[in-house]
């Protein structure tokens, strides 16, 4: 079942070349979002990869701003666990912690509210793509910051030729679908 699901998956995946800038590959994601099977194996893939390597010790699910918030809900929800969010910046009321972090064109920051998580919960970042690393870096910076233990960032897809998985360091990535 699950090289079905992840065939499935992969099939809704699309490219197009020279998007947003030219030598650029995009994979949308788009199609998975339209066809709610292919969704559904998503999720469950996700699902049962943490299932199988953290059993009952994930506290939370965490999404990232914005395409995180797609999986991130439906993934807690199959887990039973709660989901945080992780906005850009100015996006969240009440108290905030931020985090900047570099992208191709400048910087941007993310924040989490101050009361979001305590000290030692154990949380798993969820994003749909990972590239360079910077935003889920980013996001782990800001879960250190408030004494969460990131257990492990996932994402749909990653672009292994970008090496985003290294700005992690120790944190322990999983991804559904790898393209160069």
Known sequence: ???ADLQLVARRIRS??????PGVLFRDISPVLKDPDSFRASIRLLSNHL???????????VGLDSRGFLFGPSLAQELGLGCVLIRKRGKLPGPTVSASYTLEYGKAELEIQRDALEPGQKVVVVDDLLATGGTMR???ELLGQLRAEVLECVSLVELTSLKGREKLGA?????????D
Do not use: N, R, W
Not at 172 to 177: D, K, Y
């Open 1 to 3: 079942m699950a090289d």
């Open 16 to 21: 197009f070349p020279d998007f947003p800038v």
């Open 51 to 61: 299932k199988e390597t953290h059993g009952g010790k994930i506290d939370y699910i």
């Open 138 to 140: 980013a996001a782990c």
């Open 171 to 179: 944190v322990p990535v999983f991804s559904l679908l790898q393209y």
